[in-house]
């Protein structure tokens, strides 16, 4: 019984360090679970042939803001000069199967991955337009948005807000009236983002 213990103890020993001398995996793995997420479109209806004539979305992680970031010091160093994903985990989303005009900018029916961009001196932001082929064939994630190239930009407009929204928020909205003139709205924490945006219905 005792050599049987013993043994037991001497091929335990000898397996420990074999795993300790193990390598260290290469790839790895996260996520899985939901994560909180948003969605906000445009929808247009023709109702003389009863359907649809067009829509816009915009698809974001919401992360949650961060009393640091009210440091002006510690926001510029997060934003000068760089591209900021405008969400969390996986891309934020435009889908859009009507041409646009943002600010001004012509933006082609089609998808892509959108982010923010700041000047080097802080003055200018920029809605920033990335290719997702590009990224897929890269396999890049939105944590690396700095690796990713800008294809277009189009400016926007950045104040301080009056209140603190504490997850992001992009709202979509339009005069009853005049629907095709939408304004984008993103809200998070201090920071209030807008532009203006031209939709043209295809007949």
Do not use: C, H
């Not at 213990?5 to 020993?13: G, H």
């Amino acid at each position: 019984m005792k050599m049987r213990y013993l043994l037991l103890l001497v091929m335990v020993a000898l397996a420990l360090p074999g795993r300790a001398q193990q390598p260290k995996r290469e790839i790895v793995a996260e996520g899985g679970k939901p994560d909180d997420r948003a969605s906000t479109r445009v929808l247009y209806w023709d109702t003389k042939r009863d359907g649809s004539a067009g829509q816009l979305a915009i698809d974001y992680g919401r992360p949650v803001w961060k009393k640091d970031y009210e440091d002006p010091a510690k926001f510029d160093a997060m934003t000068k000069g760089k591209v900021w994903r405008m969400g969390s985990n996986f891309w934020t989303l435009l889908d859009t199967s009507l041409p646009l005009k943002i600010s001004g900018k012509a933006v082609p029916a089609g998808y892509y991955f959108v982010a923010l961009r700041r000047s080097a001196d802080g003055a200018q932001w920029s809605l920033a337009f990335i290719d997702p082929a590009k990224v897929r064939a890269t396999r890049l994630d939105g944590f690396e948005i700095q690796k990713a190239k800008v294809e277009f930009e189009a400016p926007v407009k950045v104040a301080k807000a009056s209140t603190i929204t504490e997850k992001l928020t992009i709202t979509l909205s339009y005069p009853e009236d005049t629907p095709t003139k939408v304004a984008m709205k993103v809200a998070w924490g201090n920071l209030l983002v807008t532009a203006p945006i031209e939709v043209t219905l295809v007949k």
